[in-house]
Each structure stands twice: as structure tokens, then as C-alpha cells.
């Protein structure tokens, strides 16, 4: 893949053929002048490494040139690529037109931590386009979604969202962590704002947190409550203007180099572990729909899925490495989680390990019963992250624990 071949600045004393860690909290500058225009924008010198660092510039890049997209912004975790895209977007009487289907955090950063500034998140029916348009008004300053909603693997239509969004004024930013971008191509599909954890996949094994921005450029921003007034001098580049000149720099979540580095040689093997932890995950939904004492299975690209058409003309037959299954019980999924001897009982997604876990006790543990039936999770659900190991290996330590769990 030519991505792995994304320069950086030489030359290089040593000619290191790996970009170095460029560990510096400051840079030097050769004059007052030099350092004048690099403090008020003129040139794009590195200065300090809350703003920019150049081992976090050049990952910024690689991902850059995967997904062609105008810009690339790295955050220390996806959180932070989240929180960060939403005070970009929103101001006090902004609301954001969403669902309840989120990553826990990202519900609770709607609600309460945006609500505490009079951001309000207007939760509706993503799949449903007539309920999505009659949530947006003047004050929208975004359509958030997940691409595969976790736990619940629901998908909505990306092209037809992104016409009601662009038709409004509104952009559509989707949060695209569980099909990486090597895969698919969210511009093609009308995103306009893509963020991911890069925490997952692209971390390669789970050593570093880690969050992207990627802006295609491809929104008019002219009707965008907080950034119309930049749009007449910035147009499709104002989003990536206000998020690296104010937003990122006062919050203070810049990637920071080592992780960078880190991230960086994920890059380098993601398509490969994509392939094949997703190609495992495919032929072990398939396999556990046989298994006695499992109920049901969810993964979207099984024929018999609600989603399989959309799911695989949006992102291709091998939708991520995350599926779903149910067991009778939560106590028969308690006894379950406590007889596996491969699987790790862990969070995280994509590690090259397999993990386990069981959702309602643990990420949405504190939530209400009210708000987990509102978020449809349910008690007798277990989500696998199918990481390298063989499929038989997993599929071996799945029935055993099954069958020793009775
Ligand atoms: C993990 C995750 C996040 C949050 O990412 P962190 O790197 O843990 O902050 C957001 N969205 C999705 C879909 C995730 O899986």
C-alpha cells in the first residue's frame, strides 16, 4: 500500500528508515521574525506540542493519504476526538440530532456534559429519515451517528442521511470506529466529519488510546450556527480553521508523540489484522449460530441479518470484528464469562486478543434500567472482539465454556 510510504522531512542524520519520536515539548527558531510568523499563522513551523508536534504531523499524514481526506487532526483518545468535533460545532442553543444508540460516553458527553451548557441532544430514530428531518431546525449543528451501533448493531443509510443533512445545511458526522478506513470510504458515502478511536484497530494490539478528526472539506458551512460567520473567509475549511486555531489548543488533548509513533506502526499493519481478525469474526457468527445454548447471534454481514443489505453495500462483506450473542440469562452469561479459559474477560475492541464482556453490568452498568431499555440493552447479551487467534481455538474455548456452564 503506498500509505506506508508517506515521506516525512528530510534529512535525517541517521537516516532512520521509521519516523523518530520527536519528544520535545518546544522547538528553536533561528530569529524573532521566524518566531513571529510562526505564532500568528503565517508559516507552519512547529512551536509547541500542545499545537502541533512533528512525529503526531506525520501520523496525521499517513491517515491522511488513506482516506484523502483534507485534513487529519489526532487527539489522545476518541473521547477527545468527540468532545473536541462538538465544541467546534456547537454553542449554547446548538442541538445535535443523534440517537440513543451510542457508546456509553458519548451518550453521558451529550447529555451531561454538553446539556451543562445548554447543548441539547435531540435523540430519534436514525433509520428512520422522516423521524431524523422532523428533528432538525435552524439551531442543528450536526447529525452524530455510529456506523454499527454497539451493542446493538443497527445501521442506518448513510447517502440518503447525508442528503437530508446537506439539503438542511446541516453536516453528518459519523463516528466510524468499528469498520476502520482501510476498508470502506465514508467521503464516498457523504460523510462530512469522521471520527474514530483510534484506540482499536489502529493502535495494533491494544498498547496506546488514541482519537482522529477527519475533515473531507466537502461541507458549505454557511448555515452552521456557530461557524457561518468564518464561512464567507474560510468556506469547506472552516471547520478545520476553528477546531486547529482555537478549539484543540485550549482543550489540550493533542496526541502526543510516542503514541503517535505507536499508532503509526498500527498503520502499518492494519489492513492485514483487518482481514483477518473481521474474516475470523464472519465465519465465527456463522459457527455459534449452530451452538447449543446460544440463543441468537448478531453480526451484519449474516444473510439472515435485518441490516446485511445496507450493511454490506456501505462497508463490504467483513463489517468489522465485533459481534453479539445472546444466552438464556444474565446468570447462565455470568457463568459463561467465568468458565472461559481463552477469551479474556476485558474491554477495548480490537486487541489482538480476543475480549469478552458482558454490556449491561459493566459499560452501562451505572446507566437506569429505564435508559438501558430506552438504549435496548439487554441482560442476556455477551459481545465478543475477535482479535488473531484461529477461529477453531475460539470457537473450542466458546463451547467449552458453554458446555461446563450449564
Ligand atoms: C471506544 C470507542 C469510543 C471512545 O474511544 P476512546 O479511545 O476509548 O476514548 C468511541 N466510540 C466508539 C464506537 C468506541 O468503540
Same mark, same amino acid.
Given at each position: 500500500?503506498?500509505?506506508?510510504?508517506?515521506?516525512?522531512? $528530510?534529512?535525517?542524520?541517521?537516516?532512520?528508515?521509521?519516523?523518530? *519520536?520527536?519528544?520535545?515539548?518546544?522547538?528553536?527558531?533561528?530569529?524573532?521574525?521566524?518566531?513571529?510568523?510562526?505564532?500568528?499563522?503565517?508559516?507552519?513551523?512547529? #512551536?509547541?506540542?500542545?499545537? !502541533?508536534?512533528?512525529?503526531?504531523?506525520?501520523?496525521?499524514?499517513?491517515?491522511?493519504? @488513506?482516506?484523502?481526506?483534507? !485534513?487529519?487532526?489526532?487527539?489522545?483518545?476518541?473521547?477527545?476526538?468527540?468532545?473536541?468535533?462538538?465544541?467546534?460545532?456547537?454553542?449554547?442553543?446548538?442541538?445535535? @440530532?443523534?440517537?440513543?444508540? /451510542?457508546?456509553?460516553?458519548?451518550?453521558?458527553?451529550?447529555?451531561?456534559?454538553?446539556? %451543562?451548557?445548554?447543548?441539547?441532544?435531540?435523540?430519534?430514530?436514525?433509520?428512520?429519515?422522516?423521524?431524523?428531518?422532523?428533528? +432538525?431546525?435552524?439551531?442543528?449543528?450536526? *447529525?452524530?451517528?455510529?456506523?454499527?451501533?454497539?451493542?446493538?448493531?443497527?445501521?442506518?443509510?448513510?447517502?440518503?442521511? !447525508?442528503? &437530508? %443533512?446537506? $439539503?438542511?445545511?446541516?453536516?453528518? +458526522?459519523?463516528?466510524?470506529?468499528?469498520?476502520?478506513?482501510?476498508?470502506?470510504?465514508?467521503?464516498?458515502?457523504?460523510?462530512?466529519?469522521?471520527? @474514530? #478511536?483510534?484506540?482499536?484497530?489502529?493502535?495494533?494490539?491494544?498498547?496506546?488510546?488514541?482519537?482522529? &478528526?477527519?475533515?473531507?472539506?466537502?461541507?458549505?458551512?454557511?448555515?452552521?450556527?456557530?461557524?457561518?460567520?468564518?464561512?464567507?473567509?474560510?468556506?469547506?475549511?472552516?471547520?478545520?480553521?476553528?477546531?486547529?486555531?482555537?478549539?484543540?489548543?485550549?482543550?489540550?488533548?493533542?496526541?502526543?508523540?510516542? @503514541?503517535?509513533?505507536? =499508532?503509526?506502526?498500527?498503520?502499518?499493519?492494519? =489492513?492485514?489484522?483487518?482481514?483477518?481478525?473481521?474474516?475470523?469474526? /464472519? =465465519? /465465527?457468527?456463522?459457527?455459534?449460530? =449452530?451452538?447449543?445454548?446460544?440463543?441468537?447471534?448478531?453480526?451484519?454481514?449474516?444473510?439472515?441479518?435485518?441490516?446485511?443489505?445496507? !450493511?454490506?453495500?456501505?462497508?463490504?462483506?467483513?463489517?468489522?470484528?465485533?459481534?453479539?450473542?445472546?444466552?438464556?440469562?444474565?446468570?447462565r452469561?455470568?457463568r459463561f464469562?467465568n468458565h472461559?479459559?481463552?477469551? $479474556?474477560?476485558?474491554?477495548?475492541?480490537?486487541?489482538?486478543?480476543? /475480549?469478552?464482556?458482558?454490556?449491561?453490568?459493566?459499560?452501562?452498568?451505572?446507566?437506569?434500567?429505564?435508559?438501558?431499555?430506552?438504549?435496548?440493552?439487554?441482560?442476556?447479551?455477551?459481545?465478543? #472482539?475477535?482479535?488473531?487467534?484461529?477461529?477453531?481455538?475460539?470457537?473450542?474455548? *466458546?463451547?467449552?465454556s458453554l458446555?461446563t456452564s450449564k
Open positions: 500500500m503506498s500509505y506506508q510510504h508517506t515521506p516525512y522531512a $528530510k534529512p535525517d542524520p541517521y537516516n532512520a528508515l521509521q519516523i523518530p *519520536i520527536y519528544q520535545s515539548d518546544a522547538f528553536e527558531f533561528n530569529s524573532a521574525e521566524e518566531m513571529e510568523a510562526a505564532f500568528t499563522g503565517k508559516t507552519a513551523d512547529h #512551536s509547541y506540542s500542545r499545537v !502541533s508536534n512533528p512525529t503526531v504531523q506525520f501520523f496525521e499524514e499517513r491517515v491522511r493519504s @488513506v482516506t484523502e481526506a483534507y !485534513s487529519v487532526t489526532a487527539l489522545n483518545s476518541g473521547m477527545a476526538a468527540i468532545s473536541n468535533t462538538f465544541l467546534t460545532l456547537a454553542k449554547a442553543g446548538s442541538n445535535i @440530532v443523534t440517537s440513543t444508540h /451510542l457508546f456509553g460516553n458519548t451518550y453521558s458527553f451529550f447529555k451531561s456534559t454538553l446539556g %451543562a451548557f445548554g447543548v441539547e441532544a435531540r435523540c430519534c430514530d436514525l433509520t428512520n429519515l422522516d423521524d431524523v428531518s422532523a428533528h +432538525i431546525d435552524e439551531n442543528t449543528c450536526g *447529525i452524530f451517528l455510529e456506523i454499527i451501533t454497539n451493542p446493538q448493531m443497527e445501521v442506518a443509510n448513510l447517502k440518503a442521511l !447525508s442528503e &437530508i %443533512a446537506v $439539503k438542511a445545511g446541516v453536516p453528518l +458526522i459519523a463516528d466510524t470506529t468499528i469498520v476502520p478506513f482501510c476498508a470502506w470510504k465514508a467521503k464516498d458515502l457523504g460523510v462530512h466529519i469522521e471520527v @474514530v #478511536s483510534s484506540t482499536k484497530y489502529i493502535s495494533g494490539g491494544a498498547t496506546c488510546l488514541g482519537g482522529l &478528526i477527519i475533515d473531507y472539506g466537502n461541507f458549505n458551512w454557511d448555515k452552521s450556527p456557530k461557524l457561518k460567520k468564518l464561512a464567507s473567509e474560510h468556506g469547506a475549511a472552516s471547520f478545520t480553521y476553528l477546531l486547529r486555531k482555537e478549539i484543540h489548543r485550549n482543550l489540550g488533548a493533542y496526541m502526543t508523540p510516542q @503514541v503517535a509513533y505507536l =499508532q503509526t506502526l498500527g498503520m502499518e499493519t492494519l =489492513q492485514v489484522r483487518f482481514a483477518k481478525a473481521a474474516g475470523t469474526c /464472519l =465465519q /465465527l457468527a456463522n459457527a455459534l449460530e =449452530q451452538v447449543d445454548g446460544i440463543v441468537s447471534v448478531n453480526y451484519t454481514a449474516l444473510n439472515d441479518n435485518p441490516f446485511y443489505e445496507l !450493511s454490506n453495500a456501505q462497508f463490504g462483506p467483513l463489517p468489522g470484528a465485533m459481534l453479539t450473542f445472546d444466552l438464556e440469562s444474565r446468570e452469561c455470568y464469562m472461559l479459559k481463552l477469551i $479474556k474477560r476485558a474491554t477495548n475492541l480490537f486487541d489482538n486478543k480476543s /475480549l469478552a464482556i458482558h454490556p449491561a453490568s459493566t459499560i452501562f452498568g451505572t446507566f437506569t434500567e429505564a435508559d438501558r431499555r430506552l438504549m435496548n440493552i439487554k441482560q442476556e447479551t455477551i459481545r465478543l #472482539s475477535v482479535g488473531l487467534e484461529d477461529l477453531d481455538s475460539l470457537l473450542d474455548d *466458546i463451547t467449552q458446555n
